[in-house]
C-alpha cells in the first residue's frame, strides 16, 4: 500500500505556474502508473495527466502543452508543472496511483491523496 501527500498549491493570477509535488510513502513510486486529476465546484472530477512505466505520459486536451507530468524516483515523488495557467484550471487537484498500463480514468486508480487546492484569478 502507498500513501500520498500533495502539496503546492494556492493562489495564481491567470498567465502564472504552479508545481504541485506528490510525495509517496510504503511503497516506492517507480512501481505505479502515477496521474493527476481535478475537480472543481459542481463539476465531475475530470483526468489531467498520467506517467507511466517507462515514463510514457498522457495528457487532457485542456491542459496538453501547458502541464508537464514528471517524477523524480530518488525522492519518491511526482510532479505537475502547470504552466499558463487559466481561471478554468481552479480546482482541487488529487494525485493518485496505478497499476494499469497508461491509466486515465479514475476507476483504474487504487490509491489517492487528500487533494490541494489550486485558485486561478482572472
Known amino acids: 500500500q502507498v500513501q500520498l501527500v500533495e502539496s503546492g498549491g494556492g493562489l495564481v493570477q491567470a498567465g502564472g505556474s504552479l508545481r504541485l509535488s506528490c510525495a509517496a510513502s510504503?511503497?516506492?513510486?517507480?512501481?505505479?502508473?502515477m496521474g493527476w486529476f481535478r475537480q472543481a465546484p459542481g463539476k465531475d472530477q475530470e483526468f489531467v495527466a498520467a506517467?507511466?512505466?517507462?515514463?510514457?505520459?498522457d495528457y487532457a486536451v485542456s491542459v496538453k502543452g501547458r502541464f508537464t507530468i514528471s517524477r523524480e524516483n530518488a525522492k519518491n515523488t511526482v510532479y505537475l508543472q502547470m504552466n499558463s495557467l487559466k481561471p478554468d484550471d481552479t480546482a482541487v487537484y488529487y494525485c493518485?496511483?496505478?497499476?494499469?498500463?497508461?491509466?486515465?480514468?479514475?476507476?483504474?486508480?487504487?490509491?489517492w491523496g487528500q487533494g490541494t487546492q489550486v485558485t486561478v484569478s482572472s
Open positions: 506517467i507511466s512505466w517507462g515514463d510514457s505520459t
Open positions: 493518485a496511483a496505478a497499476n494499469v498500463w497508461r491509466a486515465v480514468r479514475s476507476y483504474e486508480y487504487d490509491y
Open positions: 510504503g511503497r516506492t513510486l517507480s512501481t505505479y502508473v
